[in-house]
């Protein structure tokens, strides 16, 4: 067993990092690792339910491992490794099928969603275009979690049933086995009130899925339109704005100082600050913020850097880790 209590997330390699997530998982995660033992790993057979276009597939995983490293994930300290290089995971998840009850699976958002989104559409089957791996996504990832005697789990609120699964799945496996091995049972960590959730450019929460979002490391030039483009009201300069209904002035206040952001809520409280003044603040913001791990992720990017190096050995000491649990868990269930 580790040292300290282990904090473990899987992130999805599928599309851009936008600023939303690096305030609402990338910037605590790097937190957590000045005080916990972290393992972040890129989710990357997940990832295979929804991309089924292999060239983008091999992108989307460099380009995520990237962006983690370019915002200061630092290798040495915390575990990055790709979900696909530790074998161990797998065989874990076909132990776990067996004291899985199929019930559960059925009661799976993302399944029942799937099932009601047909029944919706007139389907005769309910079943249609649900695949394997969306059925089993909740035992992949409970064995992702399990394999590494993970104590804490750091994600979304939509990602809660599944943390609850795993729990539910190490407690089915420890009432069989018990006797010869326990996994410790995992716990969600879920960021707290609305703060952390940022608008996107139409006010609505930030989403990739909704198209609202400002990805992190936009080129100068897009960055500035895309700001440019965040509506406003027709409140002429001179008079007063409220702050707090301003998704300007939101996205401004999670990445200026703290000084900076009561200064500029004090000239918008006492009008003369126009709209467009407003976004030429959050443009710089932004810019001097994400301007030096854009060069950084540029870097990392390019062929012959050392990113696949570092998954490599993030892999290879993840795997110092999976292979003790599986040997444990193979002995516990009497096959070794
Ligand atoms: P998206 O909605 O863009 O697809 P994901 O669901 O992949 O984003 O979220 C990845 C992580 O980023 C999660 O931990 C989630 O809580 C966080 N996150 C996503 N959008 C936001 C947001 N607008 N504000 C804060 N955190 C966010
Ligand atoms: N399902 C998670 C998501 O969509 C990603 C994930 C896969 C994960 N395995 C995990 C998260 C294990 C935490 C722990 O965001």
């Given at each position: 067993?580790?040292?300290?209590?282990?904090?473990?997330?899987?992130?999805?390699?599928?599309?851009?990092?936008?600023?939303?997530?690096?305030?609402?998982?990338?910037?605590?995660?790097?937190?957590?690792?000045?005080?916990?033992?972290?393992?972040?790993?890129?989710?990357?057979?997940?990832?295979?339910?929804?991309?089924?276009?292999?060239?983008?597939?091999?992108?989307?995983?460099?380009?995520?491992?990237?962006?983690?490293?370019?915002?200061?994930?630092?290798?040495?300290?915390?575990?990055?490794?790709?979900?696909?290089?530790?074998?161990?995971?797998?065989?874990?998840?076909?132990?776990?099928?067996?004291?899985?009850?199929?019930?559960?699976?059925?009661?799976?958002?993302?399944?029942?969603?799937?099932?009601?989104?047909?029944?919706?559409?007139?389907?005769?089957?309910?079943?249609?275009?649900?695949?394997?791996?969306?059925?089993?996504?909740?035992?992949?990832?409970?064995?992702?979690?399990?394999?590494?005697?993970?104590?804490?789990?750091?994600?979304?609120?939509?990602?809660?049933?599944?943390?609850?699964?795993?729990?539910d799945i190490a407690g089915a496996f420890n009432h069989l086995y018990g006797e010869h091995y326990r996994f410790p049972i995992p716990q969600g960590v879920y960021p707290e009130g609305e703060a952390s959730v940022l608008p996107?450019?139409?006010?609505?929460?930030?989403?990739?899925?909704?198209?609202?979002?400002?990805?992190?490391?936009?080129?100068?030039?897009?960055?500035?339109?895309?700001?440019?483009?965040?509506?406003?009201?027709?409140?002429?300069?001179?008079?007063?704005?409220?702050?707090?209904?301003?998704?300007?002035?939101?996205?401004?206040?999670?990445?200026?100082?703290?000084?900076?952001?009561?200064?500029?809520?004090?000239?918008?409280?006492?009008?003369?600050?126009?709209?467009?003044?407003?976004?030429?603040?959050?443009?710089?913001?932004?810019?001097?913020?994400?301007?030096?791990?854009?060069?950084?992720?540029?870097?990392?990017?390019?062929?012959?850097?050392?990113?696949?190096?570092?998954?490599?050995?993030?892999?290879?000491?993840?795997?110092?880790?999976?292979?003790?649990?599986?040997?444990?868990?193979?002995?516990?269930?009497?096959?070794?």
């Open positions: 067993m580790a040292a300290t209590t282990t904090y473990l997330t899987g992130i999805q390699t599928s599309g851009e990092p936008h600023i939303g997530n690096y305030i609402g998982a990338i910037k605590p995660a790097l937190t957590a690792a000045n005080s916990h033992d972290t393992l972040y790993f890129l989710a990357d057979y997940h990832s295979l339910n929804s991309t089924k276009d292999p060239e983008k597939l091999r992108h989307d995983i460099r380009s995520v491992a990237a962006a983690w490293l370019a915002c200061g994930l630092d290798p040495t300290r915390t575990l990055l490794y790709r979900q696909s290089a530790i074998p161990e995971v797998f065989e874990l998840t076909v132990i776990l099928t067996s004291v899985t009850a199929k019930g559960l699976m059925n009661r799976a958002h993302a399944y029942k969603a799937a099932r009601d989104r047909n029944e919706a559409a007139g389907a005769a089957d309910l079943d249609s275009g649900v695949n394997m791996g969306l059925f089993n996504y909740p035992i992949l990832m409970a064995a992702d979690i399990l394999i590494m005697e993970t104590d804490y789990v750091p994600v979304g609120r939509d990602q809660q049933q599944h943390i609850e699964y795993a729990a996107g450019t139409d006010g609505r929460k930030m989403s990739k899925s909704y198209d609202n979002h400002i990805p992190m490391f936009l080129p100068e030039n897009r960055l500035k339109k895309v700001v440019r483009r965040i509506p406003t009201d027709s409140t002429p300069v001179e008079d007063p704005k409220d702050p707090d209904t301003s998704a300007v002035f939101q996205l401004l206040s999670q990445f200026a100082s703290e000084e900076r952001a009561a200064e500029t809520r004090k000239r918008l409280e006492a009008g003369g600050m126009g709209w467009g003044e407003l976004k030429n603040e959050l443009f710089e913001v932004l810019n001097t913020t994400f301007g030096p791990m854009r060069e950084r992720y540029e870097e990392l990017l390019a062929p012959g850097s050392d990113l696949d190096d570092i998954l490599a050995d993030g892999a290879e000491r993840a795997r110092q880790r999976s292979r003790a649990t599986l040997a444990k868990v193979r002995a516990a269930v009497g096959i070794d």
